[in-house]
């Protein structure tokens, strides 16, 4: 096993086209003392319920363009009582029936449990296979959109381990104490930290 | 250019896992004299709103996979009082919200305009660029579900052209001579005709 080195930090880039995402993560990233950049691009996404597939695939195709130090996330939301709809579809859906749509097809519906799923992958340059992270924050729909930050479906998310409020009623270090996203980045973090010490690549 | 040839004909391969799919397009391939075959694999689909995309790229995967001359379609459906949802992820809000979710989605609108899209890719075996057709049906989505043939949306989709029955409530023939598919898939007959001609290949 090689010694740990002192190395200066590299940058890490997020590719994506949802800046939302990469002001989020970057606080995640930022609190364990990496640097995090914006790579705005708009990377091929497999069809698949499988949201760490679809960012493993995403940040090979990113790495292979940029040579870069890259990591991909896919976010999906899955509420149980319509077989786990609208799932990694979640955007396209938003951008077509809306939150009022997704509250409409929950009308009457009284168990409204829900969880969004990241993945999140990273790719250290050409040719590099991609390392996943997942994380998921568990909740309920609400009944009504509630607060204006974030984005997305988070006014009608309401997580387990808050205190009710929606993720668009708190502010970006609150939803990140308890999201998905942030529990993503956080054992990306945890893993990167040590890979670099033993790579001494990073 | 090169003279005509008499060839002898080349089987096609409709790579898919759905056999609803083959059975109707081995209607329309045979009717041209052609011989279809059914290649069952599950062919990557990119996340696209463009069928044809989504189409090009899963028969490139599998021309490079099999080396067989294949077809790989791809369809969806696209309501526009709700914005073109499903749109091409057609088949997981089936699974997922089911035709009563599609339905509810649509309680009191009027304006039920709806058209099906299919893409349709043909590759020539491996390291082939594909070519691509595509076929549309345009309609209405009936305020319940009618009929038991077909599959997918059938049963809520009357197509222009016909007589107000649902694809559900037709015969195999009846929904070839409107339908989307059947329209891609005499697209490609058409060319591949001349094609075959043309190249003395397939």
Redesign the interface.
Known sequence: MRPRELVPPRVIYLVSTNVNKYLEAREVVASFGLSLAFLKDDV??????DVAE?AAEGARWAAEKWDLPVLVEDTGLFIEA????????AS??L????LR?VL??L?GVEERRAFFKTGLAFCDGKGSEPTVFTGEAHGVIAEAPRGSSGFGYDPIFVPEGGDGRTFAEMSRAEKNALSHRARAFRAFCKWFLTYRGLSGRC
């Open positions: 091929p996404e497999l069809q698949s319920e679809i319509i077989g786990g709809f609208p799932g990694p579809y396209y859906v951008k077509t029936i809306g749509g409409r097809l009308e």
